[in-house]
């Protein structure tokens, strides 16, 4: 049975890739399900976040297989904090391991991945801030893919530190509130530079978004892909199938914005000819007046023809 299994994913596997035609520019993963996974398995409950890294590595050379140039993963939420110490601690470490493993993985460096944090860095433990240093210098050079980690982030909290940033300077006389627009936002949030995002991926069965990255998902309409396998379990028919979701949403915004467009041109069409008829009705009663003041002219005689 595991070998029939072991065949039917293999065959749907190359189905799905068959049917994936191109990648989001951004793909936001939500990596959930750790801890029951661990449960699940049996485990203390820290394992399951050891589970997951591997899995962490495995979407990382997915993208870039499949030509996404920026994936962001929520590595630690500002949430989180209020975990027991212990279970922080494991994830401090972990996270400070896996950065410093993946600044130096010769893969990392072969795809040309930059790493990077975002954040409230400041909040973290110095070993952890010590690791995003050391992963953002090694990497700083590369451009082909994007990896942002996100580390004590909530995408409520970065918005409000903007909101509060601004307030602060404008009461100070050191900022005009007229001068607040899109571009404005963004230099200030801690997650610049970064693209919008086009698909956001959680794992775990939840169907929530939790506080990731709102201005950047929510502005831009990104498709979001629910899935119910724990994110050690999280495989590459998962991703595929997330991608496929992200091409059939845009292929559904190209008919609705198709027939919107046909839709307006009917609506203006529909309103330029009424506005035609109006006018050629009051040219044509301004004629009839005139003409009833004209006398009718009266054929002239005809000339007598020769005989």
């Not at 595991?2 to 039917?8: D, E, P, S, T, W």
């Not at 398995?41 to 394992?47: F, I, L």
């Not at 601690?89 to 391991?97: G, H, M, R, S, V």
């Not at 451009?143 to 004590?152: F, K």
Request: glycine share 6%; net charge negative; hydrophobic share 35%.
């Amino acid at each position: 049975m595991r070998r029939l299994r072991g065949i039917f994913e293999g065959a749907y596997e190359r189905l799905l890739e068959r049917e994936v035609s191109g990648a989001p520019s951004h793909v936001a993963v939500i990596q959930d399900g750790n801890r029951r996974y661990a449960r699940k398995q049996g485990d203390e409950k820290t394992e399951g976040y050891h589970a997951g890294a591997d899995t962490t590595e495995n979407v990382l050379r997915w993208c870039s297989d499949l030509g996404v140039e920026e994936l962001t993963l929520y590595a630690f939420s500002t949430e989180n904090f209020n975990r027991p110490e212990e279970e922080r601690e494991t994830l401090f470490d972990l996270i400070t391991d896996k950065l410093r493993s993946f600044a130096d993985h010769e893969k990392v460096h072969e795809e040309g991945v930059r790493i990077r944090a975002i954040g409230e860095i400041d909040r973290l433990p110095p070993r952890v801030r010590e690791a995003v240093d050391y992963a953002e210098s090694r990497t700083a050079g590369y451009d082909d893919l994007q990896l942002n980690v996100a580390l004590a982030y909530g995408g409520r909290a970065e918005l409000l530190g903007v909101a509060r940033d601004i307030a602060r300077e404008t009461a100070d006389g050191r900022f005009d509130p007229a001068d607040v627009d899109v571009d404005e936002i963004e230099r200030r949030l801690t997650t610049n530079p970064t693209r919008a995002v086009d698909l956001i991926i959680r794992t775990g069965g939840d169907e929530r978004t939790s506080n990731f990255l709102p201005w950047h998902a929510n502005g831009n309409e990104a498709a979001v892909y629910f899935c119910t396998p724990y994110w050690p379990e999280f495989s590459r028919v998962d991703f595929l199938r997330a991608i496929r979701t992200y091409e059939s949403r845009q292929e559904s915004w190209r008919r609705t914005r198709a027939r919107r467009a046909a839709a307006l041109i009917r609506s203006v069409g529909d309103v330029e000819l009424e506005e035609a008829r109006n006018v050629v009705g009051r040219f044509r009663e301004y004629l009839d007046d005139d003409i009833d003041d004209i006398e009718p002219v009266e054929a002239a005689e005809p000339e007598p023809t020769a005989d």
